[in-house]
């Protein structure tokens, strides 16, 4: 028996840019010891596991190292092959059932919404020491929610030059580490990066789940519920931004770069 796998760029409508997310499509759920070795083998950012359940499909995704609770690139790829393969028709809804409750995703066009749940950052005064030593800026803010670190840093120049140290950032106890800045064009509202190396991704291309914190930060600072962001990696990647109480709507297009089968 062989199981179909994909790989898909999201969060760009351009091969080899955006974040690059496997998606594996199972008939049944399997066990988590054999997705994490299928997420390892596949050395991406993150896998999505695929499985049929209810009116939608159970979700669950994994970077190299650990299962995580929330992923918008990778929801972001599994939606537009579901669509792309013909498995849902384009005018449906597809619900994802997942560890941070359900999830749904509908086609606008060329771009994919996805609605997720708002996780704003409580500022806080007493950080690690190692948190700004390894990033070797000044921040202007630092807050946390329940999976990440955001930092404000003082412009975007400064954001795009930052070379962490990634070996004193892995000593931060948490999953990742948003860096931000406003942006200095008018095409977008706010830039970032994204850093998990206690996860095993040094930097992470694009990423939606930070957005889920950026919105309402941004929001709060800019006074706009409806925001477009760019995630300055080297690959790069854009995302709308639509904050609705506790609801954080990202939009991003995608692209699928090649597809396989494991051999079962």
Same mark, same amino acid.
């Given at each position: ?19 690059? =997310? ?14 994490? $070795?299928?997420? =390892? ?9 695929? *499985?049929?359940?209810?009116? /939608? ?29 013909? $498995?849902? +028709? ?7 059932? #997942?560890? *941070?409750?359900?999830?749904? #995703? ?66 931060? $106890? ?6 931000? &800045?406003?942006?200095? !064009?008018?095409?977008? +509202?706010?830039? &970032? ?13 694009? !990423? ?6 950026? /919105?309402?930060?941004?929001? !709060?600072?800019?006074?706009? *519920? ?29 692209? =699928? ?8």
């Amino acid at each position: 028996m062989t199981i179909p796998i994909y790989v898909v760029d999201a969060f760009t409508n351009e091969r080899f840019s955006g974040n690059p =997310a496997a998606v594996c499509l199972l008939s049944a759920p399997m066990p988590e010891e054999w997705m994490q $070795k299928v997420a =390892a083998e596949m050395n991406l950012s993150e896998t999505a596991f695929l *499985s049929p359940y209810k009116n /939608g499909y159970l979700l669950r995704w994994f970077t190299p190292n650990a299962e995580v609770d929330l992923c918008g690139h990778a929801t972001l790829a599994s939606a537009h092959i579901l669509w792309e393969l013909g $498995k849902v +028709d384009p005018d449906e809804m597809i619900s994802f059932y #997942t560890k *941070s409750g359900t999830l749904t #995703t509908r086609k606008d066009g060329e771009w994919i919404q996805m609605d997720f749940p708002s996780e704003p950052p409580a500022p806080i005064a007493a950080y690690p020491d190692e948190l700004v030593e390894a990033l070797g800026v000044e921040p202007l803010f630092v807050g946390r929610n329940r999976f990440d670190y955001l930092i404000e840093i003082e412009s975007e120049q400064q954001l795009r030059e930052l070379r962490p140290n990634f070996t004193l950032l892995q000593q931060v $106890k948490t999953r990742g580490v948003i860096v931000t &800045s406003r942006s200095s !064009t008018e095409k977008f +509202d706010f830039f &970032s990066r994204c850093f998990f190396p206690a996860i095993g991704i040094p930097e992470d291309p694009v !990423t939606g789940s930070a957005h889920c914190c950026l /919105g309402p930060y941004w929001k !709060t600072k800019l006074g706009k *519920s409806l925001l477009i962001a760019y995630q300055a990696s080297k690959r790069g990647g854009v995302v709308k931004v639509k904050v609705n109480h506790d609801r954080v709507g990202l939009s991003g297009q995608a692209v =699928a770069v090649w597809k396989g089968e494991l051999v079962d």
